[in-house]
């Protein structure tokens, strides 16, 4: 895996994953967000992995749990075989 350097993403910095969260609810941290959330079994968030700690971070804060997180290349070849 390579690092990342002060020119651009390299190739572990521009991967995608797809988180699925279960149990978002509104309550004091999202209230400060601009937009509500919406209630919903759950949910598919795709996150840089850069980021991936924060995001992890901020599920628990609003109260979700993470179920699963894929690679978004292993979800789009799913879908696509499916034909979804």
């Known amino acids: 895996m390579k690092a990342q350097t002060g020119t651009g993403l390299t190739e572990s910095g521009s991967r995608v994953f797809v988180y699925e969260v279960e149990g978002l609810r509104q309550n004091?941290?999202?209230?400060l967000?601009?937009?509500?959330?919406?209630?919903?079994?759950s949910v598919s968030i795709a996150v840089p992995y850069s980021r991936m700690n924060q995001e992890m971070k901020r599920?628990?804060?609003m109260g979700g749990k993470i179920v699963s997180i894929k690679p978004l290349?292993?979800?789009?070849?799913?879908?696509?075989?499916s034909g979804e």
């Open 73 to 81: 290349e292993e979800t789009a070849t799913k879908a696509e075989v």
């Open 59 to 61: 599920i628990t804060q």
């Open 28 to 31: 004091s941290v999202s209230d």
């Open 33 to 41: 967000m601009t937009y509500p959330i919406r209630r919903s079994g």
